[in-house]
Structure formats: C-alpha cells, structure tokens
C-alpha cells in the first residue's frame, strides 16, 4: 500500500528565518507530488505540483518554493519567512494518470 | 474555469439526525467531484468521488453525494449522524481526469450535539 508522510509536523520560526519542509512517498513510482496550503477560514490552495523529479509548476506567486530531487520525494521552501506565510502545509500524491489525490498530515508553520 | 461553493460555514445536528452538507460547483467540462473530511490537526482523507456512472456515489463511514448535473450540485448526506462526524468537509472539483490539481470549497464544520 502506499503511504505518504511529511514533516515536521509543528514548526515556530522567526520572520526572516529559512525554511524546509519534506515530503515522501512510499509504495508507488512517477507519482503527481502536490504541496497545498490552508489557512484558517480560507479554505485549500495549490501551491506546487510536479510531475516528475526536477519538474515544478507553481500556481500562485509567493515567498515559496519546491523542489524534487528524487521520485517520491518533495521538499517545500524559503530563503526568509513572512509572517503570512504561517499556514497549515499539505502535501499530497496521485497516480501518475490518477485524479484522486492523497493527503499526508499536515505541517503547521508558525511565522514569529 | 472550476470553483466551488460550499453553503454554510457550519453545520449542527444533532446526534441521530441527517447530516447535510451542500455544494455547488462550475466547471465549463465535465467534471470530476470529490468530498474530503478533516479531523483536527490532521490532513485530509477521501470520503468519496464522482467520476462518471451512477450518480448516486456511496463513501465511507456511510456518506454518500448525488451528483445532479442540472442543478450543479454535489450534496454530501448521511441518514444518522455519530458524534465522530464532528469535524470539517471540503468539496472539491477536478476539470480532468489526469490531474490532482483541486479546487476546494471553503469548507464546512460539522458539529454533532449529543
């Protein structure tokens, strides 16, 4: 079965300050990676999705980045912080030709 | 381009009761439906999906959503609410059948009162 997981789970850190979040998957290969944002009352945002490793396509401008350097692994980042940065962070896999997309727990990033 | 609107930011029932939790969509395509539940603190997991085929699609924990095309609806309904439904719903929309890229309701909180 495949699974997907995230972390860290709970970041406070400081504006300006840089920041990393990771995601892999496990079970499947070639799969469609996600990075999605919640904020409170506002709902889900796609952020990044990749198709492939080294393939980034952002949907929104911001403060944020991804990266893929392997297969099933997905990294989110930033150079320095911005308070409206904080925000729950998703990240989320499908099948390559799939439309059902799979969430892991979550990351809460607090900007300070 | 797809949106999605979800009627009522809250929703109380009370223990027992029907659960009904409302939703429209646009889509200028056919388009591929979706109801996610989010416990706190945690990411979200599928209830379930409509695709193409019967319209009437049944989910876990015993939800189910009709898809009506004519009134672009997908109402997601359960006939006895349990106090573990407590917790928030997203319905989203997919304008293909090969991407995850989703666009998500506002979400809406289900509160089950004993």
């Known amino acids: 079965s495949q699974t997907i997981h995230q972390w860290p789970a709970t970041l406070v850190q400081p504006v300006g300050s840089p920041l990393s979040l990771e995601c892999t998957v496990e079970?499947?290969?070639?799969?469609?990676l996600y990075w999605y944002r919640q904020a409170a009352g506002r709902g889900l945002q796609l952020l990044f999705y990749s198709v492939g490793i080294g393939q980034i396509s952002s949907e929104v401008p911001q403060n944020l980045s991804a990266s893929r350097p392997q297969d099933r692994q997905f990294i989110l980042s930033s150079k320095k912080l911005l308070l409206s940065d904080s925000g729950f962070y998703l990240c989320?896999?499908?099948?390559?030709?799939?439309?059902?997309?799979?969430f892991g727990e979550g990351s809460w990033l607090t900007v300070v | 381009a797809q949106s999605v609107t979800q009627l009522g930011s809250h929703v109380s029932v009370s223990e027992g009761a029907l659960v009904l939790l409302r939703c429209n969509y646009s889509s200028s395509v056919p388009p591929y439906l979706f109801w996610y539940v989010q416990y706190p603190n945690q990411g979200l997991q599928l209830l379930l999906k409509y695709t193409t085929g019967a319209t009437l699609v049944k989910g876990i924990n015993g939800f189910e959503a009709e898809f009506k095309k004519s009134e672009t609806s997908f109402h997601l309904t359960k006939p006895s609410a349990h106090m573990s439904d407590a917790a928030e719903y997203f319905c989203?929309?997919?304008?293909?059948?090969?991407?995850?890229?989703?666009?998500f309701g506002q979400g809406t909180t289900l509160q089950v009162k004993p």
């Open positions: 079970g499947t290969s070639n799969p469609n």
């Open positions: 989320a896999w499908s099948w390559e030709t799939g439309n059902t997309i799979y």
């Open positions: 989203a929309v997919s304008a293909s059948s090969n991407t995850g890229k989703l666009i």
